[in-house]
């Protein structure tokens, strides 16, 4: 079974393409299970995301799509949610979903993804960036309302590494993930990035391995080009580390399927 839970709609005005060529694209790949993930809105960075007014929408061209292809492709609901303080809605976390991802990809207002502001890791401490991302994410998996961490190690994105070992800096986040009950996502669009490497890493994917993490698999589409992105490569690391199954959701149960 082929699954990809993590990707995007033209809603957030970053990506490419209606959904129903989104649909027809991951049929023709074969994928099993496909999920929108759309960024969830927020009243902060409030233009790359859905607008609260379109959520009913956003839920009704997922569903009629699911509909319509019912017979070659299940298709899934979900939101990516950004977890920063101050700014998560309980429109978005009581939403009627069969997922949410939970991901940081701002540390206070830096949007520390954004090749824009990357200039801002030369002016901090890169192993405190580090360390501030992971403790978000360890207090990401402590709050429990997501199912999925996304890209587990998205501060890596344009090569700025810590002097530290990494995995003493996410190794509170790992134990708070596993304690939480929550999936990490093998995401391939660190591929397309300066990083070059899979979200995460395979230093970090062992660990989860050893804490019994379960895993699931995203492309991260923003365009029809990246749907099922580089996905033997992805599974290739999976098997490597020595998964043999991942998890879908149906309205946030988990289920186990073998890849
Ligand atoms: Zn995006
Ligand atoms: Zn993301």
Known sequence: MRIDLHNHTTRCNHAKGSMESYIKRAIELGIDIYGFSEHAPMDFDSHYRLKFEEMDSYVSDVYKLKNKYKNDIKILLGYEVDYLQGHMDERVLKSEVDYLIGSIHFLGEWGFDNPEFNSEYKNRDINQIWQEYFDNIESMAKRGSFDIVGHLDLIKIFNFMPTKDIRLIASKA?????????????????????????????????????LNIPITFSSDAHAIGQIGFKYDEVIKLAKKIGYSKAVTFEQREQELITF
């Open 174 to 210: 790992l134990k708070a993930i596993r304690k939480s009950n929550m999936v990490i996502e093998l995401n391939s669009a660190g591929l397309r990035k300066p990083t070059k490497e899979i979200y995460p890493s395979t230093l970090l994917l062992e660990m989860a391995y050893e």
